[in-house]
């Protein structure tokens, strides 16, 4: 593939990237809908009147680990627009789901009690997953190269289905792994996801199980921890959303960490010790680069059961 014009998800792929370890870390997921068109970057650039874009500006700073994506479904006229809050967690995730006959209504809303709390909203959607998939060409050309065809079969699949639900996504992090899927309210991201390979993750999910293929990791923990959960599981075969609970980390130097997990029924105790390091290949990480670089790479050193 010529480097004067490349996608970065091709180039991740052709190089074998592990994506474990990789998914972006959020506690409480803003998603507004704003189906319009989504520029560079969707706040600033969305036609949003000042005192909203400073609403959500404000929220962002004073919610910890708070992160807001723009979504959409196929261009429709519609009347309510949908405003959700997730609360991922290992525990118990919720979605509250909030309808806007305006944006400027957003400014109405407690979203920090939305978060705190799912009875705070106006409908609490129990069993409801939501399955998003970022397709924000204007970020990135990777996310509607290979994004939108697996949004349409995505959305195809779950048709008719009251629970669950399909929606594009403005820029959810990680370009290079496009297509990327996320399943909420867990808060599960998943890595070069192909339309068929969607269906498999999106029934898995909706049965509790996750599935460990280009699987990037939980929202919820950070980068440490979302490797060592894959190991566990790989050496495990434990692939249900509530088999395992995080216990603790601990780390042993600069870049190695020793994590534990408990299974929830038992009360095993499985121990990863996870080491990072610089991959030996070079890539283009964003299909805007101009400079190759190495990408972080979690191995797994030792595996024990306490």
Known sequence: MSRNFFYCSELSRH??????????????????????AWGPHAIRDSALSPAVKQHLNRLLKTIPRSRLLFIKQDPGTKERLK??????RESHPFIVKFELDQHERLLEIDVAAAAGNASAGDLVTGDQSLFLVCTHGKRDKCCAKFGYAVYKAARDFVHGDAGADV???????GDRFAANLICFPHGLFYAHVTE?????????????????????GRACYSFPVQAAEFFVRRETGLLGLDALRYLDQERLGETLW?????????????????????????NLITCQSTEEKSITQYQLEDYRVL
């Open 83 to 88: 405003f959700f809050v997730v609360r991922s």
């Open 258 to 282: 020793r994590v534990r997990f408990k299974t929830h029924t038992g009360g095993v105790i499985h121990q990863a010790r996870v080491a990072s390091s610089f991959s030996e290949f070079q």
């Open 15 to 36: 190089a074998a990237e592990k994506s474990y370890g990789t998914a972006s870390i959020g506690a409480v997921w803003l998603l507004i809908e704003y189906p319009h």
């Open 196 to 216: 068929e390979g969607g269906r498999v993750i999106m029934d898995e999910y909706r049965q509790r199980r996750l599935v460990l293929d280009e699987y990037r």
């Open 167 to 173: 929606w594009q996504s403005s820029h959810v992090g």
